[in-house]
């Protein structure tokens, strides 16, 4: 039995069970962890420049109700595409290179869906002061790891 995190492994034909287990993995608990939100997407024929619009989303102190809007209507369409490429993975006739790379697409949009979603004004300031404080804690065990060294 192949385990899930060699499901992208190999060349063999895709079987139900690995298709099952990639679309598992796209929702995952820590499914966006090292998942970078793409620089630009095209949805509904449009191209969205979607690291911008969502750093700006996140980043606002005070967004609009007009801004907040957009945002779920922009998380809406995404989680939609998203769906879409569950159902090219589970139904199409794509290589097992090509439902990775499908599957790492889904889970970088769904990180976009998750800060859009998930970023209110004071909680997007709590998030970046969080996302700083981290940033520091590395900088401070890189500093102790080079000492020890």
């Given at each position: 039995?192949?385990?899930?995190?060699?499901?992208?492994?190999?060349?063999?034909?895709?079987t139900a069970e690995d298709r099952g287990r990639i679309i598992s993995r796209i929702h995952s608990l820590?499914?966006?962890?090292?998942?970078?939100?793409?620089?630009?997407?095209?949805?509904?024929?449009?191209?969205?420049?979607?690291?911008?619009?969502?750093?700006?989303?996140?980043?606002?102190?005070?967004?609009?109700?007009?801004?907040?809007?957009?945002?779920?209507?922009?998380?809406?369409?995404?989680d939609r595409h998203v769906r879409e490429i569950e159902a090219d993975i589970k139904h199409g006739d794509?290589?097992?290179?090509?439902?990775?790379?499908?599957?790492?697409?889904?889970?970088?949009?769904?990180?976009?869906?998750?800060?859009?979603?998930?970023?209110?004004?004071?909680?997007?300031?709590?998030?970046?002061?969080?996302?700083?404080?981290?940033?520091?804690?590395?900088?401070?065990?890189?500093?102790?790891?080079?000492?020890?060294?």
């Open positions: 039995m192949r385990e899930a995190r060699d499901v992208c492994e190999g060349t063999s034909a895709l820590l499914f966006w962890v090292g998942e970078m939100i793409p620089q630009e997407i095209t949805i509904e024929d449009r191209s969205v420049r979607l690291r911008d619009t969502v750093y700006h989303y996140i980043t606002n102190d005070a967004p609009t109700e007009q801004e907040q809007e957009d945002a779920a209507v922009l998380a809406e369409l995404l794509v290589s097992r290179q090509q439902a990775c790379d499908l599957m790492n697409e889904a889970r970088s949009i769904l990180r976009a869906v998750d800060e859009l979603r998930n970023a209110r004004g004071e909680a997007a300031e709590i998030k970046r002061q969080d996302l700083m404080k981290r940033i520091e804690d590395v900088r401070r065990w890189q500093r102790f790891v080079d000492q020890v060294r």
